[in-house]
């Protein structure tokens, strides 16, 4: 290989962190947007004909999320490809597992979307359903919608507990950040498996000091990723030296 492809390799392989960082600050603004604030305006508690109420005066904003949430989970799928390349030298059992559960999540996520995207065509034929039956019918939705979340919710931790691994070891961001990703990966399967045996852990301020980790790691990580330097990140060549 000549220097000038060598060079080339090089730069390539350099600008993947940061692409990385880009698709991963894209897919955690993506995931605010889609499960955090349109469900805060538009699901009202478990009545019903309130959440009904809500859905239909911010009809917009609900199809919106829904289709937000399409592109976050295209996103979700590219980001570990783009880690693959980055971290599989340091670890190439590690690298497919992180790619893999994240490969599983994928179809329960967009078999979840579909339940929303249900709702919206529920909506569109509300004139001739009885608006309790309709209200009925959109919860069943929304369960089912919650439920295939929290299915896919555990993939989303596990993903995260690999990369975490790779990412120190590759000394890809500091170690403090790789032990918040490990943290909030483990965050992820404590929220699914916990609320089964207590059901007062939604919500709660348990549940929140849980969750932190998992928020502060990922923002943080795609932020370092994407305006650091990275020139301790141990490249293939540095790795194997």
């Not at 928020?215 to 990140?233: D, K, M, V, Y």
């Amino acid at each position: 290989m000549t220097d000038t492809n060598t060079e080339t390799l090089m730069t390539f392989r350099i600008s993947d962190p940061r692409l990385a960082g880009l698709v991963y600050l894209l897919l955690v603004l993506t995931g605010i947007f889609n499960l955090i604030y349109v469900p805060s305006l538009t699901v009202a508690g478990r009545d019903p004909l309130e959440t009904l109420e809500a859905i239909r005066s911010q009809h917009v904003l609900f199809a919106a999320g829904a289709c937000v949430g399409l592109l976050s989970y295209v996103l979700y799928l590219c980001l570990p490809v783009i880690l693959y390349r980055v971290l599989q030298p340091h670890g190439s059992t590690l690298a497919r597992l992180m790619v893999l559960f994240t490969a599983v999540s994928i179809p329960i996520s967009f078999i979840a979307i579909a339940e929303k995207f249900a709702i919206l065509d529920s909506l569109q034929a509300s004139a001739t359903l009885d608006a309790e039956l309709l209200a009925s019918s959109v919860m069943e939705h929304l369960e089912r919608y919650r439920s295939l979340i929290g299915l896919s919710s555990i993939f989303w931790g596990l993903w995260l507990i690999p990369l975490a691994i790779l990412a120190g070891r590759a000394r890809l961001v500091p170690w403090p950040l790789a032990v918040l990703l490990g943290l909030g990966g483990l965050a992820f399967l404590i929220e699914f498996v916990v609320p089964l045996f207590w059901s007062g852990f939604s919500g709660s301020l348990v549940q929140t000091i849980v969750g932190t980790p998992s928020s502060l790691g990922e923002l943080g990580t795609c932020l370092w990723l994407l305006l650091a330097p990275h020139s301790r990140f141990r490249t293939k060549q540095s790795a194997a030296a």
